[in-house]
């Protein structure tokens, strides 16, 4: 399994990332063990979570029960050395602190948490889940306004974030920060605020990322290069579309789809037939789509850390078997011309 660095961090990670935001509804606590296990064996030693997993239902009464699962599979195996973990803070509206915003006080409230249910001394990457003055994330690009925002405001917040994380790091509870569901703006402006406080600088960026959502591509892409700033893909399969499990109005039994119709807004009436483009290719040069999906993620001119999930083992199993594979420059091509025939499916 390839290994890159964790931002300009001296952090290797597996290029692949395991997910675990099913663990504790669609996944069990036994079957989460199991595919940490699994993933270890096929040298990927990088697992993401966050505060308010599981998801499928996300709600207060399940909040924790995948960072808990971790946990426990901590306290059996006394692995602690073996895996690289990265968790998240949720933002403002969460259903954690009756939608309290970050701030200094709930980041160190959240990382005890965290602390507490993983039953360990440190985490190694700590991200903010959402930035308090909202994002364009989620299909919210669509109808995007950033008028409303006081920079001055944000900037006064990123200095009490930043000086509450700079604690923890010499507390010896953090290692790193990173962000999910930033801007480049956002970004560039954590980045100037930790430099001038010697705060920690932000290493990574977990936004979603896929053949089927691309808006990481321009700006994005290039502050992650120039900064050193590794993203995190999430939903690099495109919530399970990219499978190609959902062609033809198909709905698996115990699938995302058959507990949120919407896919989270991904649903539209063009996203089968831009899928099925790029099943296509792959039928075309004999790969699995699963495969070629994760290939394309982890060969972007931008450094990517994919992140997985698999409710089952069967599934693990499939993402395991394509781990090493590197697409040819022929369907490199062939996969950016079909996104410049589809763009922006939803």
């Known amino acids: ?50 505060e308010a997993y599981p998801v499928n239902p996300m709600n207060k009464e399940n909040a924790g029960k995948t960072e808990a699962i971790i946990g426990t599979w901590l306290a059996a195996r006394g692995r602690r050395d073996a895996v690289v973990i990265a968790t998240k803070c949720a933002g403002a509206g969460n259903y954690i602190r009756d939608g309290e915003a970050i701030s200094s006080k709930t980041i160190r409230e959240a990382v005890e ?87 920690p600088r932000v290493e990574t960026m977990q936004n979603e990322y896929s053949l089927l959502c691309r808006l990481y591509d321009t700006d994005m892409a290039e502050l992650s290069h120039n900064e050193q700033v590794t993203l995190l893909a999430f939903s690099p399969l495109a919530a399970g579309f990219l499978t190609g499990k959902y062609q033809g109005g198909a709905v698996p039994d115990a699938s995302r789809m058959s507990i949120n119709a919407g896919m989270g807004g991904r649903m539209s009436d063009r996203v089968l037939g831009v899928t099925q483009a790029y099943l296509d290719i792959a039928a075309k040069h004999g790969l699995h789509p699963v495969h070629m999906a994760l290939a394309w993620c982890c060969q972007r001119p931008f450094p990517v850390s994919p992140i997985f999930g698999a409710t089952d083992m069967e599934q693990l199993q499939i993402i395991l078997d394509g781990k090493d594979l590197v697409l040819d420059a022929e369907i490199m091509t062939e996969l950016d011309a079909a996104h410049r025939a589809n763009p922006m499916p939803y």
Request: net charge negative.
């Open 1 to 50: 399994m390839k290994t890159i660095p964790l931002g300009a961090t001296d952090i290797s990670v597996s290029q692949l990332c395991l997910g675990s935001m099913t663990w504790g509804t669609q996944t069990s606590e036994v079957g989460g063990h199991a595919q940490i296990d699994a993933a270890l064996d096929a040298g990927i030693n990088f697992i993401d979570t966050a």
């Open 113 to 199: 948490g965290s602390l507490k249910r993983m039953q360990t001394d440190y985490i190694d990457l700590y991200q903010l889940h959402w930035p308090n003055r909202g994002s364009y994330m989620f299909r919210q690009n669509w109808t995007y306004d950033p008028s409303g925002q006081d920079k001055s405001a944000t900037i006064a917040h990123m200095e009490d974030v930043l000086g509450a994380l700079k604690a923890l790091v010499a507390e010896g509870k953090i290692r790193h920060f990173g962000l999910s569901n930033e801007s480049a703006w956002g970004t560039a402006q954590w980045l100037k605020v930790a430099e001038r406080m010697d705060a």
